[in-house]
C-alpha cells in the first residue's frame, strides 16, 4: 500500500514538496524508491534525505564490543571517543548507555548513577541496555556472596531514577532494539504521552504540555520556556520567533504553530 500511495504522491509535485517538508525519514526514502530516475524532484528528495541523516550525527564509541562497532559502523554511525555523559551510542537526541559484565561492578559503584544523571542532561532521550540476561547476573551475585537483595535494590534504583535496564542476552538482538529504538525516536513526530507530575504546580502542567509537542525534549522545552515564559505567550509567537529557539527547525516551528492554534 505504502508503494502505491508513493507512486500517487509523486505525480504531484505539491505533495513531493509537502514529504519533503513534513515526511518522516521513512516517508522520504519511500518517496524516493517510487520514483523514476529521471523525476525532476528525485534530487530534491534524496539531498532532502541526505541533510536529515547527516543532522542526526550517529556515533559510536570505539572502545565498544567490536561486534557492535562493526554492525553500526556498516549503518552510517561514526566510530568516535564519546565523553561521559553521551553512552555508548549517541545520535541527535539519543544517548543509549550498554553494559555486561561491568553490570555487577556497578553495584557497588555509584559513579555510575552519576554518569547517567550526566547522560540525561546531555540527551533528550536515554535508555539503558544490559546484553546479559537477568538469571545470569543473579548468578554472579551469588557467586560473589552477595545478597540478592542488592540486586534487586540497585535496579530499582535505576527504574525510580527513569533508567529501568533492558536486559538482552544476545549482541545480535541487543544491535537490532538499540538501533530502533534511535529510529524510532528520530521518526516519530509525535509524543502525546507525557506522565504527570506528583502534586503538580501551574509550571509543571506548563511543562509537561510543551514537553508534548512534536520533537520537543526537556533541553528545548527548557529554551522554549526561557523565550516564552508562559503559554499564553507561546500562543501568541510566530513560526519565525519560534525557529530563533535552538533546537526547533522550520518544520517544527510550523508544526507547533499549528498546534497551538487548532481549532
Known amino acids: 500500500m505504502r508503494i502505491k500511495r508513493m507512486d500517487l504522491i509523486k505525480e ?13 525519514l521513512g516517508n522520504k526514502l519511500g518517496l524516493l524508491r517510487a520514483m523514476e530516475d529521471d523525476h525532476p524532484q ?11 541523516m547527516l543532522g542526526r550525527h550517529r556515533r559510536i564509541d570505539h ?6 562497532v562493526g554492525y553500526f559502523s556498516t549503518l ?7 565523553k561521559t555523559g553521551d553512552g555508548d551510542m549517541k545520535g541527535g537526541t539519543t544517548s543509549i548507555e550498554r553494559k555486561e559484565d561491568d553490570f555487577m561492578d556497578s553495584l557497588f559503584d555509584d559513579r555510575w548513577l552519576r554518569q547517567l544523571g550526566a547522560m540525561r542532561e546531555e540527551a533528550e532521550h536515554s535508555f539503558l541496555v544490559v546484553t546479559k540476561s537477568y538469571e545470569a547476573i543473579k548468578r ?44 524510532k525516536i528520530d521518526d516519530d513526530t509525535t509524543r502525546l504521552y507525557v506522565p504527570r507530575p506528583r502534586s503538580p504546580k501551574p ?5 509537561a504540555l510543551i514537553e508534548a509537542m512534536p520533537k520537543v525534549g526537556i533541553k528545548t522545552r527548557r529554551k522554549i520556556v526561557q523565550a516564552f515564559p508562559s503559554m499564553a505567550d507561546l500562543c501568541g509567537a510566530t513560526v ?16 507547533i504553530h499549528e498546534i497551538l492554534h487548532a481549532v
Not at 203 to 207: D, L, M, T, V
Request: aromatic content about 6%; some cysteine; overall charge negative.
Open 203 to 207: 509550571q509543571e502542567y506548563r511543562n
Open 42 to 52: 528525485r534530487q530534491k528528495v534524496s539531498t532532502a534525505i541526505l541533510t536529515e
Open 140 to 183: 554472579e551475585v551469588e557467586e560473589r556472596g552477595v545478597s540478592e537483595q542488592v540486586l534487586t535494590g540497585f535496579v530499582a534504583a535505576l527504574c525510580a531514577v527513569g533508567y529501568p535496564p533492558v536486559f538482552i542476552e544476545d549482541k545480535w538482538d541487543a544491535e537490532v532494539v538499540m538501533r530502533k529504538i534511535m529510529h
Open 12 to 24: 504531484d509535485a505539491e505533495q513531493v514538496q509537502g514529504v519533503i517538508d513534513k515526511g518522516t
Open 76 to 82: 552510517g554511525f561514526e566510530v568516535a571517543h564519546l
Open 63 to 68: 572502545r565498544e564490543h567490536p561486534l557492535m
Open 240 to 255: 519565525e520567533q519560534l525557529v530563533e529557539i535552538e533546537g526547533i527547525g522550520q518544520k517544527t516551528a510550523e508544526r
